[in-house]
């Protein structure tokens, strides 16, 4: 129980530790605006969890893959307009929708086991360490994408959000064929051999980059296509940007 | 003439494609463990797993290999599309309670999956 509450907690902060790290990294958020939109998020995963069991029996037993596609695309375009004009609006959305996709299975997970015999001690220590994981990688990763942007400027810092906010798009597409609104096309390259998705590293990499060992073919030209989409919008229109301050 | 007769047999096939009945199997939690354990289905066709939850708790359904993942809750049934896939082994497992629930799916010959069946 202990290190399945360690690995839960560790998949679904993570992606939500992450985004917030790279968008802390493009504009930096008071602790204020960062602490009401956890909190925020907190509560929409709390009612999207009570409301799961309910919505997930609409349209034939498919309707929370709907609900998270709709929340896979909402962090994609909420991301893109952050990294283009950088509003407050933008920040909440993403932030929100993430902790609301991931959060919620972690809630499920707690509020399910939390009863069980001698459950509580462990679920407690494994979300502790989990945390206290994720706070230590969200830091070295802060500091880390922070000495990259004064070095190298924004792109390497657009090119990292791009290909994270690619990955919710990866996440809409699995869900929509798990769904059969789209049918899955052979698979690219096989590489679970040379990395696991179910190792650290490769627990990690999806995390951070949306890493799949088996992707089919629709996956590999959604994922290029938006990365390079999202990558030309946050180029051309902050060049288009610059040009009108100067 | 020809051109439409062309586009209504384009649009039926397109109609009859998307509304093929992908074959269906049952998978049943109980006690934290899945039954069974091991379903065989055809290479490179699209099958249909409808999965009840038995148990007085949730359980997340999670594949890295099949790319799947979706929360079963108690006393309901989810609907979980698979394939087409090649030929191999798919594994899956709750996330929930890794170390009893764990299942694989066995891509194989049609003639395969008669004899196991």
Same mark, same amino acid.
């Given at each position: 129980?202990? %290190?399945t509450?360690?690995?839960?907690?560790l998949?679904?902060?993570?992606?939500?530790a992450?985004?917030?790290?790279?968008?802390?990294?493009v504009?930096k958020?008071?602790?204020?605006k960062i602490?009401?939109?956890l909190?925020?998020?907190?509560?929409?995963?709390f009612?999207?969890m009570?409301?799961?069991?309910?919505?997930?029996q609409?349209?034939?037993?498919?309707?929370?893959?709907?609900?998270?596609?709709?929340?896979? %695309?909402?962090?994609?375009i909420?991301?893109?307009?952050?990294?283009?004009?950088?509003?407050?609006?933008?920040?909440?959305i993403?932030v929100?929708?993430?902790i609301?996709?991931y959060?919620?299975?972690?809630?499920?997970y707690l509020?399910?086991?939390?009863?069980?015999?001698d459950?509580?001690?462990?679920?407690?220590?494994?979300?502790?360490l989990?945390?206290?994981?994720?706070l230590?990688?969200?830091?070295?990763?802060?500091?880390?994408?922070?000495?990259?942007?004064?070095?190298f400027g924004?792109y390497?810092?657009?090119?990292?959000?791009?290909?994270?906010?690619?990955a919710?798009?990866l996440?809409?597409?699995?869900?929509?064929?798990?769904?059969?609104? %789209?049918?899955?096309?052979?698979?690219?390259?096989?590489?679970?051999?040379?990395?696991s998705?179910?190792?650290?590293?490769g627990?990690?990499?999806?995390?951070?980059?949306?890493?799949?060992?088996?992707?089919?073919?629709?996956?590999?030209? %959604?994922y290029?296509?938006s990365?390079?989409?999202?990558?030309?919008?946050c180029?051309?229109?902050?060049?288009?940007m610059?040009?009108?301050?100067? | 003439m020809?051109?439409?007769?062309f586009n209504?047999?384009?649009?039926c096939?397109?109609?009859?494609s998307?509304?093929?009945?992908?074959?269906e199997?049952?998978i049943?939690?109980?006690?934290?463990?899945?039954y069974?354990?091991?379903?065989?289905?055809?290479?490179?066709?699209?099958?249909?797993?409808?999965?009840?939850?038995?148990?007085?708790?949730?359980e997340?359904?999670?594949?890295?290999?099949?790319?799947?993942?979706k929360?079963?809750y108690?006393?309901?049934?989810s609907?979980?599309?698979? !394939?087409?896939?090649s030929?191999?082994?798919?594994?899956?497992?709750?996330?929930f309670?890794?170390?009893?629930?764990? !299942?694989?799916?066995?891509? !194989?010959?049609?003639?395969?999956?008669?004899?196991?069946?």
């Open positions: 129980m202990l %290190i509450s360690l690995v839960m907690s998949n679904q902060l993570l992606p939500v992450i985004l917030l790290v790279l968008l802390q990294v504009k958020q008071s602790a204020l602490g009401s939109a909190l925020i998020g907190a509560l929409m995963s009612m999207y009570q409301s799961a069991s309910w919505v997930s609409w349209f034939e037993h498919q309707g929370l893959e709907y609900s998270q596609i709709g929340l896979c %695309i909402t962090i994609f909420a991301v893109l307009v952050f990294a283009i004009k950088q509003k407050s609006a933008a920040f909440y993403a929100i929708s993430t609301t996709l959060l919620s299975h972690y809630i499920i509020t399910s086991f939390w009863q069980s015999n459950a509580g001690q462990s679920l407690f220590i494994g979300t502790l989990g945390v206290g994981i994720c230590s990688f969200s830091v070295l990763l802060y500091f880390l994408m922070n000495a990259i942007k004064h070095r924004m390497p810092l657009f090119t990292l959000l791009a290909f994270n906010s690619a919710k798009l996440v809409a597409l699995d869900l929509a064929s798990q769904i059969d609104l %789209i049918t899955n096309t052979a698979t690219v390259w096989d590489l679970r051999d040379v990395l998705e179910n190792s650290e590293l627990r990690v990499l999806r995390a951070l980059v949306g890493y799949e060992a088996t992707p089919d073919l629709m996956s590999v030209l %959604i290029s296509t990365s390079v989409i999202f990558l030309s919008l180029y051309v229109i902050s060049a288009s610059s040009k009108e301050r100067v | 020809t051109k439409r007769l209504q047999c384009l649009c096939l397109l109609f009859l998307f509304n093929a009945a992908s074959k199997y049952l049943i939690l109980k006690d934290h463990l899945f069974p354990s091991q379903i065989t289905i055809p290479a490179n066709k699209k099958v249909k797993l409808l999965i009840e939850n038995q148990d007085s708790t949730p997340e359904f999670d594949s890295f290999d099949l790319n799947r993942e929360v079963l108690p006393n309901r049934k609907i979980i599309y698979i !394939g087409p896939l030929k191999g082994y798919y594994e899956f497992f709750g996330e309670s890794p170390n009893t629930a764990r !299942g694989v799916v066995i891509v !194989g010959d049609e003639e395969a999956q008669h004899a196991n069946n």
